[in-house]
């Protein structure tokens, strides 16, 4: 006999069918209205020139480039140093919360990772253009401390909150059956958090790393403020401009209908479609991580 479904349960089903639909049809306007306004642009500039072009002039008078080899380096060396630095610190504050702080100092340090989440991008570049910057100059001995390497630490602090959250409630929720046997196996807490929690929860870990390579990757605000917004071919210790910089820098004063604001938007859509290949391929790793 088919079961009766009550009227406020058939309201909630189909409020909650129309708020995912919105969320596919909003993913599929920005896809579409980012390819419309994008494409223009790499077929006057040429594919080729466009993304393994060396410079970009989009003012010049009289002959402007359109390369933006060097901001796809940047954003890739950037986002990947930011991983490189950010990860293992968070990963180990998460795997030190979850399973080894006291309950009272746990309970202190996870508000103070939830107010580190809440901080604006501006506060986060305005401190590193007022601390990070000139300390970077002074160390090691620069004519400007806002480089690659500035940008790479201000993203590693940025991407804490999400790494060490998602990690945190991944890790407090494998089994504690798994650690039981394997500390009566003979392993010591160390041991069992590393070999047995930690791969049980690499499904959490995992996705913590992809929400961290997306802020890192979409951050502009406070790498426009500590990274020297030039357009150079990325070194750790000059300035250098990311993908996302470059938009915001130059949108403002654009004129519309120009090739150099139908550029801007082609930057949007290679950004997009990095941001969708990441996903992919975490995605088709965490599948294949349950399959083994």
């Known amino acids: 006999m088919k079961r009766r479904i009550k009227p406020a349960e058939f309201a909630m089903q189909t409020l909650f069918l129309v708020c995912g639909l919105t969320a596919i049809a909003f993913v599929l306007l920005i896809t579409v209205y980012l390819i419309l306004a994008g494409l223009p642009a790499i077929r006057e500039i040429?594919?080729?020139?466009?993304?393994?072009?060396?410079?970009?002039?989009?003012?010049?008078?009289?002959?402007?480039?359109?390369?933006?080899?060097?901001?796809?380096?940047?954003?890739?060396?950037?986002?990947?140093?930011?991983?490189?630095?950010?990860?293992?610190?968070?990963?180990?504050?998460?795997?030190?919360?979850?399973?080894?702080?006291p309950p009272r100092l746990a309970g202190l340090i996870r508000p103070a990772v939830n107010l580190l989440a809440g901080i604006p991008s501006v506060v986060y570049g305005l401190v590193g253009m007022c601390v990070l910057v000139p300390a970077l100059r002074a160390w090691l001995d620069l004519p400007a401390g806002d480089t690659l390497l500035a940008a790479m630490i201000v993203l590693a602090v940025m991407i804490l909150p999400s790494v060490i959250s998602v990690s945190d409630a991944a890790l407090a929720a494998v089994p504690r059956e798994y650690e039981e046997a394997s500390l009566a196996l003979g392993a010591t807490p160390v041991e069992t958090y590393l070999r047995v929690t930690a791969p049980a929860a690499r499904g959490g870990v995992a996705a913590a790393v992809a929400l961290g390579v997306g802020r890192a990757i979409g951050e502009a605000m406070a790498i426009l403020m500590v990274a020297g917004n030039v357009a150079n071919m990325p070194s750790l210790l000059s300035s250098v401009r990311f993908l996302t910089t470059g938009i915001a820098i130059e949108m403002n004063y654009a004129a519309p209908g120009s090739l150099q604001r139908q550029a801007l938007f082609s930057i949007g859509l290679v950004l997009f479609f990095f941001i969708m290949v990441i996903n992919i391929l975490l995605n088709l790793a965490l599948k294949r991580g349950r399959e083994g």
């Open 46 to 101: 040429g594919l080729t020139d466009f993304l393994l072009g060396r410079t970009w002039a989009s003012t010049h008078a009289t002959d402007p480039r359109f390369g933006i080899l060097p901001m796809i380096l940047t954003s890739v060396y950037g986002a990947a140093g930011a991983i490189v630095l950010g990860v293992p610190v968070g990963f180990f504050t998460a795997l030190f919360l979850a399973k080894a702080a």
